[in-house]
């Protein structure tokens, strides 16, 4: 059994009432901003491409991520809470989106074959990780060597986000943008 499997973070999954209030609350902002293809562009998703979305939440991206990769492609979506698994569950029965794959994660360890994915989003979602170091390493176990991971800071300064990075020693931030960094695994 693995550390990633070891390690108990209950405390990060959040009442469900609080989830109820952000799915509320996401609900109306994706409303006023909607997640489509051109505004993914920067993340060069392309068709075929396998992508984890960890702490994908109640899926305001899943639905454009499954018609961005297309039947070929494939979509995790991560989430440590069963609420943010229910409503993906949901979307892909509502939807016919039989390119993505539910998963609830117990600790930091998904259980996905080690480097599936040629992208991995974790977006607003990095500030209520309580084992940085546990959670970058499954990262880079789930990533291609040649894969991309696209962070968000989350709730926490750039600063705060960039030193648990960089203190992993494992990934390299080769791109900063307002709204994420882009990170390569070091081996
Ligand atoms: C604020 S929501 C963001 C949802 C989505 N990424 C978005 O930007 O629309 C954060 C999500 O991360 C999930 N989360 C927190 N810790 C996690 C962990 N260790 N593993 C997987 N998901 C986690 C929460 O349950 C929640 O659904």
Not at 18 to 28: C, D, Q, V
Not at 55 to 72: E, I
Not at 155 to 163: E, G, L, V, W
Request: charged content about 25%; proline content about 4%.
């Amino acid at each position: 059994m693995s550390n990633n499997t070891l390690f108990s973070n209950e405390n990060e999954k959040m009442k469900n009432f609080r989830f109820r209030m952000m799915s509320f609350a996401y609900k109306i902002r994706d409303l006023f901003k909607p997640v489509t293809p051109t505004s993914l562009n920067k993340y060069s998703i392309n068709s075929g491409d396998v992508i984890i979305d960890y702490g994908c939440g109640p899926g305001s991206y899943t639905k454009t991520l499954s018609h961005l990769v297309g039947k070929k492609g494939t979509i995790y979506a991560v989430d440590i809470h069963p609420l943010a698994i229910k409503a993906v569950k949901a979307k892909i029965d509502k939807n016919d989106l039989h390119n993505v794959i539910p998963v609830l994660v117990n600790g930091y360890s998904t259980g996905i074959e080690d480097q599936t994915a040629d992208k991995i989003i974790a977006f607003d979602m990095f500030h209520m990780i309580e084992n940085p170091t546990l959670f970058l390493d499954e990262l880079r176990r789930l990533l291609k060597r040649d894969g991309k991971l696209f962070i968000e800071n989350g709730h926490q300064s750039r600063d705060q986000a960039k030193a648990k990075i960089q203190s992993s020693n494992i990934w390299r931030i080769e791109l900063e943008t307002d709204k994420f960094m882009q990170c390569t695994p070091i081996f």
